[in-house]
């Protein structure tokens, strides 16, 4: 037997750790100094008055300093501005830090450069509103190039792991602020705008050259274990954890081996956006922080580890735990000679290793222990047979019931995945028996799996349901109570942005258009035309659902569930609420769900074939007016291009063809069977095409009537094409009716048509009033009324 090797000599088996890397902290915050600055300045541009009376208050309460105390302040904060990081700067160098300060002043010049074309691209008289922000309508620098220089390279310094440095540098900084007051260089949003403009240029410095790597090497894990006593003589990296963990392979001198795990400071926030993301938007009763040091980090780890092995589980030992410095720690497991159950073959995977998976988990369950990461690679296989669980870093302890069933959801759907719904379900059922089995199956939803585990099940999307098919046939008398897991959907979130920006949209075009004067100068003779149109489009719309559905339904109460779809376009997008409401109604009137979704599905393509044939029309007959010929405008030519590059793009690449595919076919298999039924009436087939052509007709008159009863003049067909156009944006846009960008369309159509700006802004406002706001009250009224009648 070969002697071992002194301590000293243990060689470590290890890549070569880069000399710099780019830290995801730096890169994070630059990020939320970018969102923190874009918050800032819309804020500002909304709140203009209330901006202008704080800086009016804090340059007033300025002048109120003694005179001489000022110029105490100017002077110092002026001189002391330069001499505070040229001073920094020398300390460095003197404890061979220059490296430090090489980042900091490249820092300091891009953000001098940056800060000065960016004033100067303000000053040119690009972005006036910003402009205006920042200087006040003064002549000063936009962005105070010597304050975001100082900014940025404290930043790139990280001067503020140094407290003394820190404070002393903030105050000197809060002094030169002070002295730009004084003397009216500098305005309130400006201050705020250069500190942040500094430091998003100070962390974009320190991600884009990288920082010193300072994650100790594996010799450094050799020495920390020889301090608990653990005689280390071979060391070798293996693979990361699913966390980007390292962690190293070390043999002992009494022939055992440790699995040890590294976590690395500047690792803690690797994830993190995806972390923030799932905890913000689902409900799962953890109480984790997404953000943890490095030590409540190790002690979380450490603490899960013991749980699991006073809960009887096999599970690796854990060992002892260290810091390694002041940027890692680590854990020492025992080694345990296991494959992954991803690594096992699915016909290996028999009822007896279904049933140790399962009574593994019933042991932490039994202990309040959630693992959370029940896949493929936290289950193992010792060469035995027996199973091992692994990875339980994620989990919780004193766990709710509600990630109790999580775990059991996971776990059933990832079995599946491997051996089919029948034989996972009848594993888990015959140790944790039929009721934790009908209490996890509401959470049966993708969102409430691990990301692989979902990304697996793409593949096969049925399997949800098989497993649930399952456990009904096992308790088919337990009723399942609705879990909602998500706080909000990714489309709720855009229709909130959506409708931000529209609102900020509508309310620059309101402030620069006086209602009252809007109200009294329209035509009332006109105005009462749009409205009579804008009440035409709603019978119009009953007739066109009465053609389309074969059964009988009556008239007004149609009509008002048109009324009643307007009411609902307040809180769902265009495209959306009609739908919703026009499918509900039809259920009520004893139709079935299939047919009634036909019926609508069908009305609203006959509606899109119509809505495109009558914008090819319009445009064509517009392009035409003028021509000697009749022959197509440019526009339009340049339209049917851009249209026929579109659809080469979806139809050429792959993913984007299949969706299509699969959603053009439900839509056929559905649909056109109802629209061979409508076309054995003839009668139902005239309904529904004169509805589907009145309610366009109907709001391009209203349209045209609003034009006219500012003055306007507009050709018919050209106002046409812009009512056509701006509603195929609008029903595409995610906002509630397609606010905003309804209301921007038609004003830039109108505008391009001929008229004056101010006048397409009141005429589009007045048929808005009329087409979306006004027929909200009425709207209401009718939902309540069908309602209380049962009929939605």
Not at 720 to 745: D, F, Q
């Amino acid at each position: 037997m070969a002697e071992a090797r002194p301590d000293h000599e243990v060689y470590v088996v290890e890549p070569l750790l880069p000399q710099r890397l780019r830290r995801p902290s730096d890169l994070l915050r630059f990020l939320a100094t970018l969102l923190v600055l874009g918050a800032v300045v819309l804020l500002a541009l909304i709140a203009k008055q209330t901006l202008n009376g704080l800086e009016a208050d804090v340059t007033e309460g300025t002048t109120l300093v003694p005179d001489l105390l000022s110029r105490v302040a100017t002077f110092l904060g002026g001189a002391a501005v330069l001499t505070v990081p040229v001073a920094f700067a020398v300390e460095r160098v003197f404890h061979r830090d220059g490296l430090r300060v090489a980042e900091g002043l490249i820092a300091a010049i891009i953000g001098m450069v940056g800060s000065f074309l960016f004033g100067q691209w303000l000053l040119a008289g690009n972005a006036e509103d910003l402009s205006q922000l920042l200087t006040g309508g003064r002549s000063i620098e936009p962005l105070n190039t010597l304050l975001t220089s100082v900014i940025a390279y404290t930043t790139a310094v990280r001067i503020s792991r140094r407290p003394t440095w820190r404070a002393l540098t903030w105050t000197v900084i809060a002094l030169y602020i002070f002295a730009l007051f004084s003397g009216r260089q500098i305005t309130l949003p400006g201050a705020v705008v250069t500190v942040l403009v500094g430091m998003a240029m100070g962390y974009a410095t320190l991600y884009g050259v990288g920082s010193p790597n300072t994650r100790p090497p594996g010799n450094a894990v050799v020495a920390a274990l020889r301090k608990l006593s653990f005689a280390p003589v071979s060391a070798r990296r293996i693979d990361d954890d699913h966390q980007g963990s390292r962690r190293y392979h070390m043999g002992l001198r009494d022939g055992s081996s440790l699995d040890v795990t590294v976590l690395d400071r500047d690792r803690q926030v690797a994830g993190l956006p995806y972390r923030l993301w799932r905890r913000i938007r689902l409900n799962s009763e953890t109480r984790r922080r997404a953000i943890r040091s490095l030590r409540a980090e190790l002690e979380r780890e450490a603490l899960m580890a013991y749980a699991t092995q006073a809960a009887g589980a096999s599970t690796p030992r854990l060992l002892g735990t260290s810091e390694i410095g002041t940027e890692a720690a680590l854990l020492a497991y025992e080694h345990l000679d296991t494959r992954t159950l991803d690594e096992v073959p699915d016909d290996e995977i028999d009822d007896g290793v279904l049933a140790q998976i399962w009574e593994q988990v019933a042991l932490l369950q039994i202990q309040r222990l959630a693992h959370r990461r029940l896949t493929g690679d936290g289950i193992h296989l010792d060469g035995a047979g027996r199973v091992v669980l692994t990875d339980a870093r994620s989990g919780e302890i004193a766990a709710g019931d509600l990630l109790l069933r999580l775990d059991v959801a996971q776990l059933l759907t990832y079995l599946a995945l491997r051996v089919g719904p029948e034989r996972s379900v009848r594993a888990a059922a015959a140790v944790m028996g039929p009721d934790a089995l009908g209490h996890a199956m509401p959470l049966l939803q993708r969102i409430a799996l691990t990301r692989e585990t979902r990304s697996a099940l793409s593949k096969d999307k049925g399997l949800l349901a098989a497993i649930r098919e399952q456990i009904v046939a096992l308790k088919p008398q337990s009723t399942v109570e609705e879990v909602r897991l998500e706080r909000f959907r990714p489309r709720t979130l855009v229709t909130i942005i959506a409708s931000t920006l529209a609102a900020y949209f509508l309310l620059s075009q309101l402030s620069q258009v006086n209602l009252g004067q809007v109200i009294s100068t329209a035509n009332w003779g006109w105005s009462g035309l749009a409205l009579v149109a804008s009440f035409v489009s709603f019978v119009a719309a009953a007739l066109m659902l009465r053609g389309f559905v074969p059964e009988p339904l009556p008239l007004w109460r149609t009509v008002l569930v048109q009324f009643a779809a307007s009411f609902v376009k307040l809180v769902a997008p265009a495209a959306v609420g009609g739908v919703a409401i026009n499918t509900r109604y039809l259920q009520k009137r004893g139709i079935s769900p299939a047919l009634a979704v036909a019926s609508v599905g069908a009305s609203q393509l006959i509606m899109m074939v119509f809505h495109i044939a009558l914008l090819l029309l319009f445009a064509y007959i517009t392009g035409s007016n003028t021509a000697t010929s009749f022959s197509p405008s440019r526009e339009l030519v340049l339209a049917l291009l851009a249209l026929a590059v579109l659809v080469v793009v979806l139809l050429g690449v792959p993913r984007l063809r299949r969706i299509i595919t699969e959603r053009m076919r439900r839509l056929f298999s559905n649909v056109l069977p109802r629209l061979l039924d409508v076309l054995q009436s003839p009668r139902k087939l005239i309904e529904g095409s004169a509805g589907t052509l009145m309610i366009t007709l109907a709001f391009v008159v209203c349209l045209d009537a609003c034009v006219a009863a500012f003055g306007g003049e507009l050709d018919f067909t050209a106002v046409a094409v812009v009512y056509l156009t701006a509603n195929a944006i609008g029903s595409a846009a995610p906002t509630p009716g397609g606010l905003g960008a309804v209301e921007a369309s038609l004003i830039v159509g109108l505008t391009v048509a001929g008229l004056p700006r101010e006048l397409a802004t009141s005429a589009v406002l007045l048929f808005r009033l009329l087409t979306f706001w006004l027929p909200v009250l009425p709207g209401w009224a009718s939902f309540t009324y069908l309602q209380r009648h049962e009929a939605l």
